[in-house]
């Protein structure tokens, strides 16, 4: 594709963002025989699809066809009438497509980014290293660790395990002196035992099998992630505006380097996304079985899985299945485990606390405002999370305020938690999903913020392919496309905070059609 062709798309999808709001539930006037709102809220409604019908039959039972009413109808008739017999022909329709479109450019613009600048620049940076003999990313301890508990019996915490998958990483042992002189990353398997069981498929295939259809596997993990939170959130848009929010999601930093890099953070994202959608839904047993999957990653789960007990707690009686079937399915991981290895949690928590030393990590409190002043504001922020947990236990599952206080549990784990590698960012998903469904409650510099944010990977990713940089590895021009992947977790709270309260009253989705 010629440059100025792509360049043009580019500006051209932002400025379809920021002049058309995408139609939400949320954003529906009331439907009621006693109905009374704006020629323009009523044009919105039909416009966004289906729901003509529903308005005609809204002004005319049981109204009397004052001037002032018939006015209105007579305004959007034309609206209604096109968008019944021909809906190509609504608006907002005819700018679907351009999504689309917009979506396959910036994911063919990520491709080439990460095969012709990124990948090189990585791959030059580990051989001025040296010390880095082939980088088998993060999935091959895991797969290494199930291998050989499973085919051999052999403990994948244990030393000599570890020695192995040194040797592949380094060529040699990493040894007591090395690790004093500086900070090697000692690729230990570093997981709760019960991985080995999402890793069981795979370990009578070659990992070049498995390294090359990992990124695959996981970037369906990342669509499905989406899918969940449109279903939580009641919100779903035309097959071509869900597969634009798909594409543009794998298209991100945050989910290119999990993909990248093998990360079953995106599994992990996926599974608490889908437990949410189950608690939503109903599905409380379903939801407890996947929410204890989940914590094949404990820092990732641990704060949502509080504020799921918490709204338990709120309505016992009505809600102890979710509880239950947590309870149930972590005690025979829990069982599973100990068959397998016994004693592996003491296993599993010697390696966590060499894990802390050898891969120091940080939260991006602590990194902004230092380590004794960010730790008081995290806990003085998980300290507010469950006071505003507690207050809204009673709320239904299939309202919106219990879709709010789960995004904001999400979005606290990444600010307070230990997570400040871009890829952990794949559980703010949802709360970005969150903020598009209230769109238009957002005031225009919220709006401006949001697409800044998010079109600054596509564009910077743009001008690097226009004016290749060098591979020196000492420059950090190859990761500019990142750089606002930091600042999200920070962005996304401040968006929701500044979102006006909705003028209009909510219908749930379950009563439309």
Not at 106 to 124: E, G, K, R
């Amino acid at each position: 594709m010629h440059p100025g062709v792509l360049g043009n798309t580019l500006l051209l999808g932002c400025g379809l963002f920021l002049r058309a709001p995408w139609p939400s539930v949320s954003q529906l006037p009331p439907v009621s025989r006693h109905a009374s709102v704006g020629t323009a809220d009523y044009q919105s409604a039909v416009l966004s699809g289906g729901y003509c019908a529903r308005q005609c039959r809204a002004f005319c039972r049981g109204n009397t066809l004052r001037p002032r009413r018939l006015t209105r109808l007579v305004t959007l008739l034309p609206h209604i009438c096109s968008d019944c017999s021909d809906p190509v022909t609504s608006v907002r329709q005819k700018r679907i497509p351009l999504w689309f479109l917009l979506s396959l450019c910036v994911s063919a613009t990520t491709w080439l980014y990460v095969h012709q600048i990124l990948s090189p620049w990585a791959d030059a940076k580990d051989l001025q290293k040296g010390g880095l003999k082939a980088q088998m990313w993060d999935l091959y301890p895991r797969w290494v660790g199930a291998r050989e508990l499973l085919l051999n019996g052999r403990n994948p915490y244990g030393p000599e395990v570890s020695r192995e998958i040194q040797i592949v990483f380094y060529g040699h042992a990493v040894t007591p002196e090395e690790a004093a002189q500086h900070v090697v990353d000692e690729q230990r398997f570093a997981y709760p035992l019960y991985v080995v069981f999402l890793m069981a498929p795979t370990i009578y295939t070659d990992f070049v099998k498995v390294r090359f259809w990992a990124p695959c596997v996981l970037g369906v993990f990342a669509g499905l992630t989406v899918a969940f939170s449109l279903g939580f959130l009641d919100w779903w848009p035309r097959w071509t505006i869900t597969s634009a929010l798909i594409l543009f999601t794998l298209s991100s930093p945050q989910i290119i380097q999990g993909m990248r890099h093998q990360q079953l953070a995106l599994v992990a994202a996926c599974l608490i996304t889908a437990g949410a959608w189950c608690v939503h839904k109903g599905y409380l047993v379903t939801a407890g079985v996947l929410l204890a999957f989940s914590t094949i990653k404990p820092q990732m789960a641990v704060l949502p899985l509080v504020w799921f007990i918490l709204w338990a707690a709120g309505e016992w009686r009505a809600r102890w299945r979710l509880v239950a079937g947590f309870g149930v399915a972590i005690a025979a991981l829990i069982g599973a485990g100990e068959l397998l290895l016994p004693g592996w949690l003491s296993y599993f928590f010697e390696g966590m606390a060499a894990y802390r030393k050898y891969f120091p990590t940080t939260s991006l409190l602590r990194l902004l405002l230092g380590d004794k002043l960010g730790v008081v504001v995290s806990v003085f922020i998980v300290i507010w999370l469950l006071r505003f947990g507690w207050r809204n236990r009673k709320v239904l599952e299939s309202s919106r305020q219990f879709a709010l206080v789960v995004a904001a549990f999400l979005m606290a784990t990444v600010l307070t938690f230990p997570l400040f590698t871009p890829f952990n960012q794949a559980l703010l998903i949802l709360p970005a999903l969150l903020v598009l469904s209230e769109w238009t409650a957002l005031p225009r510099l919220s709006r401006l913020t949001f697409v800044a944010t998010v079109s600054w990977p596509w564009i910077t990713s743009v001008a690097l392919l226009l004016w290749r940089p060098s591979l020196n590895p000492a420059s950090q021009i190859p990761l500019l496309p990142a750089f606002m992947a930091s600042f999200v977790p920070l962005i996304l709270p401040l968006l929701l905070f500044t979102r006006r309260h909705m003028a209009y009253v909510q219908v749930h989705s379950r009563a439309v059609s």
